[in-house]
Each structure stands twice: as structure tokens, then as C-alpha cells.
């Protein structure tokens, strides 16, 4: 039996349709709309709950959990925790005060102590991880290498302990995605008066685990980027999760923009 931990996103919807049929499964659902509370396997839970998250699993006999989607960093001063969400709540705050990539890596070791291993979600979705390669008619110029180069300078220079993931630079000019996501981090970029041409680099922090929230990107990713007036999006080689493949590709082909795996 595996558990699967699913916030947001279109990813554990994904997953969800592939595993439904072909493996015992359990799942966590802590998503705010409850996508998945028809599925019988399936238990609505919130972050504060963390006790009870470990029992079901236990209950079940789940050794193996994944995680997919995004989880909201919730208010660690206003969560409603049960007891043994008390028992590991000090470890969890003085973890989230160095940023998101911490706080995951600690929730991973306490499932450990816990005797639940954390398994990567590129376990069940293969396909989904791009190699080395440019996936779209058109390919960077001089001014794009540029651009990528420079973000990628800057996401090696940001805190190793945040959870950047994103950034989009043009001109010599680069954007850092904060924690509100990729998804915002455009929606600034587009409100930048005469933007033209720049890259999308989503790429995982150095020392990220590997298991948990690999960089993200789909047909709404390039859509964005593309009313952001940006060129293409750049990820690093079987380090990323790729949504709606040949749609996304198309779309980029028709919009004269470039897919790039590094």
C-alpha cells in the first residue's frame, strides 16, 4: 500500500487518474477543495493534523509515501495541531524559519522515524521527466543563452534553504520567484511596463531532495509565459515534471518559443 500525500496543482490529479485501478493506494488530501474526498481511499486532512496523517498511514500499513502538489506553508500560530503534531511542532517551526526546502526535509525525516520512507513521484511517472535536448521548433539565440545564464547565476547565489525554483531574467535583469510561486512570479513580470523576450528557468535548488516538489511546468506555464512576453522555458535534465506535453509543445511552436532541457 502506498499513501499519497496531494495538495495543489494538476500534477496529483495526474497521478491520481494513472495509480486508480493498478495499485492499492491511500490518500491524503489536503487540498482546500477536497478534490479527491469521492475516491473511498481517500482521507480530507489538514497540515495541522499531522498525528493523525501518521496513524491512518500506520493504519494501513503504508511504508511508502509521495507528495505532489503544492501545500500552502500554513500559519504555524494559528494551525489547529493534535497531539502529536504538538510533539513535533518546535522542530517544524525552527525548520520553516530557514525556508521551504527545510521544512520538507524535515517533515521527510520525521515519516522516517515514523518507519514511512518518502519515495519520489518520479517513481510512478517516469514520463513525465524530460532529458537534455530543445523540444520545440525554435532554439535560444545569443540574447536567450544570455538570459539563461544569467538566471541560472542567480538561483545558484540564493539561499540553498529557500525553495526557489524560478526565476526570469532579461536584459541583464533577472526576477526571483518568492513564495508565492511561478505562477505570480508572471503575473509580476507581465505588469513590467515594455517587457519583451526573457526566460522562464525553473531548475531545483542544489540541494533540494529530489523526492519532493520537483519544478513544475505544463501548458499553463508556457501560456503565462507567453502573455508575460517571455521567449521560452528553460529545466534541467530527468530534474522536472513536464503536464501536457504535446500541447504545451505545440502551443510553443505556434508562438515562436522555445523548450529547452539543460
Known sequence: MIGLIFGETNFPKYIYRKIKGKKNY????????????????????SVGQFGKIISILKKYKCRKVLFAGKVKRPNLSKIRLDFKGIYYISRIIKKSKLGDAALLKEI???????KINTISSNSLTPELSLKKGNYS????????NIDIRNALNALNKSNQLNHIQGAVSKNNSVILEKQEGTQRMLMRVKKIKNISNGVLVKYPKKKQDPRIDLPTVGFNTIKQCKLSGLKGIVLKHKKNIFLDKDKTIKFANKNKMFILVK
Do not use: A, G, Q, V
Not at 482546500?32 to 482521507?43: C, M, Q
Not at 521527510?108 to 515514523?114: G, L, V
Not at 521548433?137 to 536567450?144: I, L, V
Open 137 to 144: 521548433k525554435y532554439k535560444p539565440n545569443r540574447k536567450d
Open 108 to 114: 521527510i525525516r520525521i515519516f522516517k522515524k515514523e
Open 26 to 45: 491511500l490518500i491524503i488530501d489536503l487540498t482546500k477543495k477536497k478534490f479527491f474526498k469521492k475516491d473511498k481511499n481517500s482521507h480530507s486532512l
